[in-house]
């Protein structure tokens, strides 16, 4: 099956900072979705972006298919954004969002 | 917004006991799913549903089984509960039955003793 890998596993940041996330993913997708799970485990998601760029507040993703790799921009961090964010990716045309997720980014900002 | 709503935030039963966990969604969604999340395992797909009374196998579903009477209710049972059982279950749904953004309840916390 396709495999979905994340980067850096660990990320600490103080507040106000910038930061990148990457998902890489072994083959070609018809899906790629973004989410957050915040301390009490609720799973947001945040961006459907099989491919091109899309921006939501102080947060934006881009998706190039072709070299088969995502990234999750977080502008002007708050202790709010403390969580995992994950990757998660599907490949197939016919099993209706069947995905397969990363191992996520912890991401720890402080005040 | 989408509101999936889980039955239960935290839930404790005991061994062999036959436990229900219950999503409902408010948004007519085709598509719904159960999933459980184990540290150092990711999340892992158990079953999900395209339509009324259709249900696939995920990548764990042993032990388990579903029920999608109504479209908006997706039911997980754990026939025979066993400590290894003891999870984070979140239940989701999509609009569309192919693709589209994935929406996920609060999680269910079930301890099995």
Request: glycine letters at 8%; aromatic letters at 10%.
């Amino acid at each position: 099956g396709i495999q979905v890998e994340q980067s850096p596993p660990d990320l600490i940041l103080q507040e106000g900072a910038n930061s990148t996330l990457r998902c890489n993913f072994s083959d070609s997708v018809n899906n790629l979705q973004w989410f957050h799970q915040n301390p009490w485990g609720q799973l947001i998601n945040l961006f459907y972006i099989p491919s091109g760029t899309k921006q939501n507040g102080r947060l934006s993703a881009t998706t190039v298919a072709t070299e088969r790799y995502s990234l999750l921009y977080i502008s002007s961090s708050q202790t709010t954004d403390s969580g995992v964010y994950f990757c998660a990716v599907e490949r197939s045309e016919t099993s209706g969002s069947r995905l397969t997720f990363g191992e996520g980014t912890q991401l720890t900002v402080n005040p | 917004d989408v509101k999936v709503t889980q039955s239960s935030r935290y839930l404790v039963k005991r061994t062999g006991e036959k436990v229900f966990l219950e999503c409902v969604q408010d948004m007519d969604h085709e598509n719904m799913f159960w999933y459980r999340q184990d540290p150092g395992l990711g999340l892992r797909l158990i079953y999900f549903s395209y339509d009324v009374k259709m249900k696939e196998k995920g990548d764990i579903p042993e032990g388990y089984s579903v029920s999608r009477e109504k479209k908006e209710r997706f039911s997980l049972i754990l026939e025979s509960a066993s400590t290894n059982q003891t999870s984070m279950y979140l239940c989701a749904s999509t609009r569309v039955r192919l693709f589209g953004p994935q929406h996920f309840g609060d999680g269910t916390r079930l301890s099995i003793l």
